[in-house]
T-cell receptor, first 113, second 112 residues
């Protein structure tokens, strides 16, 4: 089953806090795991991505943790700012065939000042 | 260095009309993916095209929907005889190679 489950659906954090968004998948053919940030009325923008042979990747304030055996990965945002308020989607790429992305349901993140 | 362009950005159609959504990929990109986003949901894959070829249309509804990516010009997603349930945001992503993608700003279709 080509599914990616994302939680929580919404998250409110105070400025400076560390929001954590979690995703889980089933399909072992997934070979690439990106996170997208989407602002209202805009398209998704690639934030950070990881491949399954790596357990952690950090870019600026954003960190992905990846647990291959548990088929789970998560996004951490350090020193969160009000400008980080957006909807975040995890995704997984099917390494076979068209290599399409399968998206999670999204997390609406609000960072309060 | 223009990004992926989609037009129109907003499209309003009455039930039964046709909707045509255009996607101009980034320069040098020959792979295009179309995704649909229903309100409060994640994006769902619809179709993957390379120049002049449909490679995977497993996410497309069997009826009323079609897509093309001609040798010249933008990729087109066509929805015939639109219904209220077609109201959504439609995004395309273009890529120089299979599997990577830069998303456009989307077309928001409203069916009255």
């Amino acid at each position: 089953q080509q599914q990616v489950k994302q939680s929580p659906q919404s998250l409110i954090v105070q400025k400076g806090g560390i929001p954590i968004i979690n995703c889980a998948y089933e399909n072992t053919a997934f070979d690439y795991f990106p996170w997208y940030q989407q602002f209202p009325g805009k398209g998704p923008a690639l934030l950070i991505a990881i491949r399954p042979d790596v357990s952690e990747k950090k870019e600026g304030r954003f960190t992905i943790s990846f647990n291959k055996s548990a088929k789970q990965f998560s996004l951490h945002i350090m020193d969160s700012q009000p400008g980080d308020s957006a909807t975040y989607f995890c995704a997984a790429r099917d390494g076979q065939g068209a290599q399409k992305l399968v998206f999670g349901q999204g997390t609406r993140l609000t960072i309060n000042p | 260095n223009a990004g992926v362009m989609q037009n129109p950005r907003h499209l309003v159609r009455r039930r039964g009309q046709e909707a045509r959504l255009r996607c101009s990929p980034m320069k040098g990109h020959s792979h295009v993916y179309w995704y649909r986003q229903l309100p409060e949901e994640g994006l769902k894959f619809m179709v993957y095209l390379q120049k002049e070829n449909i490679i995977d249309e497993s996410g497309m509804p069997k009826e009323r929907f079609s897509a093309e990516f001609p040798k010249e010009g933008p990729s087109i997603l066509r929805i015939q005889q639109v219904v209220r349930g077609d109201s959504a945001a439609y995004f395309c992503a273009s890529s120089p190679i299979q599997g990577e993608g830069f998303f456009g700003p989307g077309t928001r279709l409203t069916v009255l």
